[in-house]
């Protein structure tokens, strides 16, 4: 029997499951142990994922819920922002929301941040469930109860720690996912390998093309080991005073891409570029070898992601990675590899070691695909 459910505890005592699926069928039973009879719910989805899942999941929560509401926004990372909440909160009030109703993401990680963020406001706090539709949403964003929505330009600049009470992930839904999402959660997932379990890091390169092919089970075991990594890191960390840091790992200079490319590469992505530069820098501090680097460059290559952009200036590279949430009290937060599948932060990485990490995801003079 394959391993299906993780059990996320603070303090030793059990805070919400995070159940994997390959349908919409075991959803009733799971939001059933919740209790919601007497309850209204309100599934707050994107259009895109609307049309696709929205019609099933409804079906099931009628059948758990006293009443069930939907808040259907625009899709779009453009969309996540406070006039968007604004409209959930007014849904809500004329739909006469109160303390014990539920909302429900089902989406990815932008539903899933709006979502959470909207429930930890409303009258102060509401429960919320997770029912991610995207690898990188499934593997990251709906787990360790981080919530908020950009403001203005600024990227999740407005956020609350928001535990959901189950975290419900159909892996069938990664089907109908475009290829360029797909790989943009793979950025996280080799991320996930990187920085604490060499033997996953493995795992994905042997089972590399039944992985592309989304194999449901080898999706599951995937989805499972990233969602063990991430469950171990925030336990130790819910608030993200230290261990949790690690996950930052690729986030450095992957944010000051992102940020630089006007959001117009996606997350995982620019992630998966921030990982091989760390990888670099790692590297010329005699930490991991040469090969490790390209072995790295090529893993993240071979599953679709990019590993090198062009039309970036190093300078300004250097002042957004010095502007970003990343940086600490004046020195920049670095997380770099001891070797594959054991990561660390660091606080000393100077520019010069930084220049050579972007040096190696720019095209810039030296031309190589
Ligand atoms: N809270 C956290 O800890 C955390 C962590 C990482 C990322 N995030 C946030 O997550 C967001 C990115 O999440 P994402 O990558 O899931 O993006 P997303 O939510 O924008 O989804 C990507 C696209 O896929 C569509 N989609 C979703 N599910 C689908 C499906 N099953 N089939 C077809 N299309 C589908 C969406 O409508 C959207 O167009 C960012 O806003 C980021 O800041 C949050
Ligand atoms: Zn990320």
Redesign the pocket.
């Known amino acids: 029997m394959m391993e299906n459910r993780l059990t996320v505890c603070r303090d030793n005592v059990p805070i919400y499951d995070i159940v994997l699926e390959t349908s919409f069928e075991g959803l009733k039973e799971e939001v059933d142990k919740l209790a919601l009879k007497e309850r209204r719910i309100c599934i707050v989805t ?1 259009s ?2 609307a049309p ?1 899942y929205l019609e099933e999941v409804k079906a099931i929560l009628d059948t758990c819920c006293k009443y069930v509401s939907v808040y259907t926004f625009p ?3 453009e969309h ?1 922002n406070l006039d968007t909440v604004r409209g959930l909160y007014e849904h809500l009030i004329l739909e006469h929301f109160d303390r014990k109703d539920v909302l429900a993401a089902l ?7 709006l979502c959470g963020f909207s429930a930890a406001t409303y009258l102060r706090g509401i429960d919320f469930i997770q029912i991610p ?2 690898l ?2 499934q593997v ?2 709906s787990i ?1 109860g ?3 929505v950009d403001f203005d330009a600024y ?2 600049m407005v956020g609350a720690f928001h535990m959901p009470k189950l975290v419900y992930s159909n892996l069938a ?2 089907l ?3 290829e360029e ?1 797909f790989s ?2 793979m950025g996280e997932v080799i991320k996930h390998g990187l920085i604490k379990n060499k033997a996953y890091y493995e795992w994905m390169k042997e089972h590399r093309e039944g992985i592309l092919a989304r194999d449901l089970d080898l999706c599951r075991t995937m989805v499972y080991e990233s969602n063990v990594i991430k469950k171990n890191v925030v336990e130790l960390d819910p608030t993200e005073q230290g261990e949790r840091a690690l996950l930052n790992f690729g986030h450095t200079l992957g944010h000051a891409v992102e940020k630089l490319k006007d959001f117009s590469m ?3 992505h620019c992630v998966g570029m921030g990982c091989v530069a760390a990888a670099r820098i790692s590297q010329l501090r005699g930490m991991i070898s040469e090969e490790t680097v390209q072995d790295i460059r090529d893993t993240f290559l071979s599953f679709g992601l990019p590993v090198a952009t062009e039309g970036l200036n190093w300078q300004e590279v250097l002042l957004t990675t010095k502007s970003d949430k990343k940086m600490d009290s004046g020195s920049i937060k670095f997380v770099l590899l001891r070797e594959a599948g054991d990561a660390f932060v660091d606080r000393t990485v100077s520019e010069e070691e930084m220049k050579a990490g972007f040096d190696l995801i720019t095209f810039g003079g030296k031309k190589e695909a």
């Open positions: 994107d895109n994922v696709l899709a779009g990372e996540k989406g990815g990680g932008v539903v899933g941040d539709t995207t990188l949403s990251d964003s360790g981080k919530t908020g990227k999740n839904t990664l109908t996912l475009r999402q943009s959660g996606l997350h995982g």
